[in-house]
């Protein structure tokens, strides 16, 4: 049988070429067998300009890491994933390729897509990639997408014509009428399984030439999807070669050097059976359907088995970092001796490439062969890994048999990190901190402490002592001396209600670090977007939430990104009266909040979810989430303000707008008794909102005093109009709503307004009052006792009590007070 040609896919090859000069990336997706790769291959041949081919099979991602994307691996000096990131990013700068082409990108490992995404963005190389259908979501994809820099092609089945073609040319000579149409059909114009079919009927003669004209006998025992074709295909293999496929799937590739002694004349036998491709002298399976086949049956011994081969054939010739890890998970897996300082080394180079599976087994291999300093990178992978109990564990080990006042800090602090994840940030993690500190010598290592000190007095809700702690290290210094405070500085601040000084201060550390990655800097955009939402800049906080997704998956955090990310836009969509995308992207954020640095947190999208519930009118949902946001305030004391305000929107969805109010107002007496003052300005608007009265109001410009930004203006202007009948207010209060983009509480303000300028002409809202409800409630504006109203009505003290109650809700009244606002249109009525 000929070659297969390239047919009926060249509009697409040549659409696909065309886009990727215009973008960073382009996305070839289908399912299984329909030819993305082989598009992807006749792309990477026209492009004018050199092409890195990297195949992302996980047995690739289980076994080489960065290794993937480099020839060489730089050699590893520390355990921080994202600092060996950003050496391998800058040195691919300096020598890279135009185009990279990732086939199967669903399955590459964290480390190299991180790799991939950052050299795309800073215009290094262009990205070609491929995925199918249904297999794992890639987080690289995620990333170039929140861009806009990717493009997706879905590669469609062949049609009857293009497959009557392929056969044509593939059997060297015309095919009888209607025989394309039923391999098309059988096949559903997908490739690799019309490929299949051909073999299957050339191989057992139903697929004939008859007088130079190809004809096919249809046989029932044909097998029809590509999983089953190929599963067919390696049970009809012999022993040996069917050894060598095994030994390809745990390797993923192997010289053809290793296998020129034992394994030629079978790797002759698959290269011309179509099941092994050869490149830059490897050899590697022709699809990753053959790999999924044979890792069926690839398990207990017969693994073991395999593996140990592997060992002997490839363990000379393995000689860099990152090939050293894998011989490393081949002989564990093997069960062979492995030397103590072996261990610790590839615990060092697991942690560099962000492999915590490989870590923590090498980690506690190290530990328990005695090797303590082994503890400390391990209690970072637990850690990472979620782990907590098991990471405090280790950090413990770590600080008693410490040797130096460095490895004392980081694992000191790494305990108190994994417990605070765990069990909530108090007093507990504020105190070993500050004991920690009292025993430093080194001011390198105080700093640091220092900086973990205010972050933990943020969290707790410790705001005062907080900015005291951290606000001489956020302020002054080089920007890379200050960035580790701001997490307590800007936190503590934020909350505080000084979010201008918070806004200037990152906003000149953002353009000081510049391009520079890591987790600090991430933060640093986290928080200055924290800060932006609650000021009232919502464009600000979207560019700032942006940044802080490409320097956090640079950082190698990037479920926390994607926590954020959600959880950003969905409040800013929610403020601005989005509530279908505010309540889907909010509920992705607490869908994915099950990573350790989101977790803790998780109180905040969860009460804000529960708000975008209530202004679903889904009472249920915003119920059983306020009840949640509740049950998780303890462990996150700065978040624990909005818990009231979810509260309170549960309550008036399901009916209760006075007792919404009141959950409301509570909560800004708390939050302002706590000096969580912005929490307290929403709480107080909100009560406000519920039932608008001269205390709501009031409230609203007592929290307001103490918070800057947009929204406290709106706000303040809001409370004065209301309590003045002040139309100038109104206006203010309008175009600071405009100037923030909040349409929900611009179109509040009109109805509010509305109202005021109602019942300055005899209010309908006064109207919709009873004669009896409006006797009651004029004598009570007058300072009438309940006892004294009945007596001069000659109704009982329990009717009057009832016709109050009614007055005052039809008015929006929260106070006895609040009724004298309307005296003259009571007696009006009268």
């Given amino acids: 049988m000929r070659d297969w040609p390239f047919i009926g896919r060249d509009h697409l090859a040549a659409v696909v070429a065309g886009s990727l000069t215009g973008h960073k990336a382009v996305l070839l997706e289908g399912v299984a067998g329909i030819g993305k790769t082989t598009v992807a291959d006749h792309v990477a041949r026209g492009l004018d300009g050199s092409v890195a081919k990297v195949r992302a099979n996980h047995t690739f991602s289980a076994y080489d890491g960065i290794g993937l994307l480099r020839s060489e691996t730089l050699e590893v000096s520390s355990f921080d994933p994202a600092g060996f990131v950003h050496a391998v990013v800058q040195r691919w700068a300096q020598d890279s390729p135009e185009f990279v082409w990732v086939d199967d990108v669903g399955q590459l490992d964290e480390a190299s897509a991180v790799v991939l995404f950052h050299v795309a963005m800073n215009g290094s190389s262009r990205l070609l990639l491929t995925t199918r259908v249904g297999s794992p979501p890639s987080e690289l994809v995620k990333q170039l997408e929140t861009t806009g820099e990717l493009v997706r092609f879905e590669v469609q089945p062949l049609s009857v014509e293009d497959c009557s073609a392929l056969l044509n040319s593939v059997l060297g000579g015309p095919t009888a009428s209607g025989l394309a149409s039923q391999v098309c059909s059988r096949a559903q114009g997908n490739p690799l399984v019309i490929r299949e079919l051909v073999r299957a009927a050339l191989a057992d003669r139903s697929l004939s030439s008859v007088s130079g004209v190809w004809q096919w006998s249809e046989s029932s025992t044909v097998l029809r999807t590509a999983a089953e074709l190929t599963a067919q295909r390696l049970g009809s293999l012999l022993a040996p070669s069917r050894r060598l496929v095994d030994l390809l799937v745990l390797a993923g590739e192997l010289p053809t050097s290793v296998l020129a002694v034992g394994y030629s004349r079978q790797l002759q036998d698959l290269v011309d059976a179509d099941m092994v491709i050869i490149e830059n002298e490897s050899a590697h399976l022709a699809h990753p359907l053959f790999i999924e086949a044979a890792r069926l049956n690839l398990h207990g011994d017969l693994r073991v088995d395999r593996i140990s081969e592997l060992i002997s054939l490839v363990g000379p010739i393995m000689a860099g970092p990152a090939q050293q890890l894998r011989m490393l998970r081949w002989r564990r897996e093997a069960k062979q001796k492995i030397e103590p300082s072996e261990l610790v080394r590839g615990l060092h180079l697991a942690m560099a490439v962000f492999d915590t599976a490989t870590a923590i087994d090498l980690g506690n291999a190290a530990v328990e062969a005695g090797r303590t300093e082994a503890a400390l990178p391990l209690a970072m992978a637990l850690l990472y890994d979620g782990q907590l109990e098991e990471a405090s564990l280790a950090s413990k080990l770590a600080v008693e048999q410490a040797s130096d006042e460095a490895t004392r800090a980081f694992a000191s602090v790494s305990g108190s990190l994994a417990r605070g994840y765990q069990y909530g940030f108090g007093s507990s993690i504020t105190d070993a901190h500050t004991e920690l500190l009292s025993s430093m010598t080194d001011p390198a290592l105080s700093a640091f402490v220092r900086s973990e000190l205010g972050s933990a007095l943020a969290f707790s809700g410790q705001l005062l002592e907080a900015v005291e702690v951290s606000s001489e290290g956020a302020t002054s210094g080089q920007w890379w001396e200050r960035v580790p405070f701001v997490p307590g500085w800007a936190g503590a601040m934020t909350a505080l209600g000084r979010t201008d000084e918070v806004l200037q201060t990152l906003g000149q550390l953002v353009e000081e670090a510049g391009h520079s990655g890591g987790r600090s800097v991430a933060w640093l955009h986290a928080f200055r977007s924290s800060a932006a939402l609650l000021h009232g800049d919502l464009s600000l906080a979207q560019t700032a939430i942006e940044s802080f997704d490409e320097c956090a998956y640079m950082a190698m955090v990037p479920g926390v990104a994607a926590v954020l990310h959600s959880e950003t836009r969905g409040i800013a969509a929610l403020w601005k009266g989005e509530i279908d995308a505010a309540r889907a992207l909010l509920t992705e954020a607490v869908a994915r909040s099950d990573v350790p640095e989101s977790e803790f ?230």
């Avoid at 003045?724 to 983009?741: C, H, P, Q």
């Fill in 601 to 830: 947190r998780r109180v905040v999208p969860t009460s804000f979810l529960a708000i975008a519930c209530a202004l679903d009118d889904d009472a249920q949902a915003a119920a059983r989430y306020a009840a949640e946001a509740e049950e998780s305030a303890s462990k996150f004391a700065l978040g624990a303000g909005w818990v009231a305000l979810a509260q309170s929107w549960a309550q008036a969805c399901a009916g209760d707008k006075t007792g919404a109010s009141r959950t409301a107002e509570r909560g800004a007496q708390w939050a302002i008794e706590r000096n969580q003052f912005h929490a307290a300005l929403w709480c107080a608007f909100d009560a406000w909102r519920f039932v608008p009265s001269s205390r709501t109001a009031k409230l609203v410009s007592t929290a307001a005093s103490h918070a800057d930004g947009r929204w406290s203006a709106a706000f303040t202007a809001t409370a004065k109009g209301w309590l003045g009948n002040d139309l100038s207010a109104w206006d203010a209060a309008a175009e600071w709503f405009t100037s923030i983009g909040a349409a929900a509480h611009l179109d509040l303000l009109k109805q509010r307004r509305a109202e005021l300028l109602g019942s300055a002409n005899g209010d309908l809202v006064v109207g919709s009052l009873t004669r009896r409800e409006s006797e009651v409630a004029l004598l009570a504006a007058s300072g009438a006792r309940n006892r004294e109203i009945a007596d001069r009505l000659q109704i009982s003290v329990r009717t009057a009590e009832t016709h109050l109650h009614r007055a005052m809700g039809k008015l929006g009244c929260a106070a006895r007070e609040d009724l004298a606002m309307y005296q003259a249109e009571l007696a009006a009525r009268i």
